[in-house]
């Protein structure tokens, strides 16, 4: 089946910074990749997500990138705000990653 | 819990007992998956099925480990016996297909005594 890696597996920006999550997969047939957020003792929930015949997606102050060629993509969050403080999984279709703990100092 | 319901929320259990946790999707996706969340090892994908048929069930653990679909409107995870090592919370999701937004029931915490 499909590998997801996604580092790193904690970061801690301040507020106002940006954030950059990177996941590489290995199966070149998958075409979906959707980005989750889980807050503590919740379910993950979409936030953004890009097809493979986009190379970059963008709403608001999140946006994603897609490398196809070199399977990997990556989460971008600009201007960080506390709200932001959770858990970040990349998925390959329905194959997550290992999640990204973000926090946000104010 | 708009789209999946899962019962029960919590269940705690001593080893060597059977554990039924279930899955319920209220809206018309053709799709359902079963994950696992665990600290050590994040979230792991189960099994999934596409209308109501098995498709991928590599990363059901052991034989121990099964899971039926017998309709468009309810799947069951069944765990027999449980081991201390289950413990974890348990997801169903659904969709409308394997390249399509998940969304996620409320979960099942298990804890296996």
């Known amino acids: 089946g499909e590998n997801v890696e996604q580092h790193p597996s904690t970061l801690s920006v301040q507020e106002g910074d940006s954030a950059v999550i990177k996941c590489t997969y290995s199966?070149?047939?998958?075409?979906?990749f959707p980005w989750y957020k889980q807050e503590l003792g919740k379910r993950p929930q979409l936030i953004i997500d890009i097809r493979s015949n986009v190379g970059e997606k963008k709403d608001q102050r999140i946006a994603v990138t897609l490398n196809k060629t070199a399977k990997h993509f990556s989460l971008h969050i600009t201007e960080t705000q506390p709200e932001d403080s959770a858990v970040y999984f990349c998925?390959?279709?329905?194959?997550f990653g290992s999640g990204t703990k973000l926090n946000v100092k104010p | 819990d708009a789209g999946v319901i899962q019962s029960p929320r919590h269940e705690v259990t001593e080893m060597g007992q059977e554990v039924t946790l279930r899955c319920k999707p209220i809206s018309g996706h053709n799709s359902l998956f079963w994950y696992r969340q665990t600290m050590m090892r994040g979230l792991e994908l189960l099994i999934y099925f596409n209308n109501n048929v098995p498709i991928d069930d590599s990363g059901m653990p052991e034989d121990r480990f099964s899971a039926k679909m017998p309709n468009a409107s309810f799947s069951t995870l069944k765990i027999q016996p449980s081991e201390p090592r289950d413990s974890a919370v348990y997801f169903c999701a659904i969709a409308s297909g394997g390249a399509a937004e998940q969304y996620f029931g409320p979960g099942t915490r298990l804890t296996v005594t």
């Open positions: 998925a390959a279709q329905f194959y």
């Open positions: 199966d070149s047939a998958s075409n979906y």
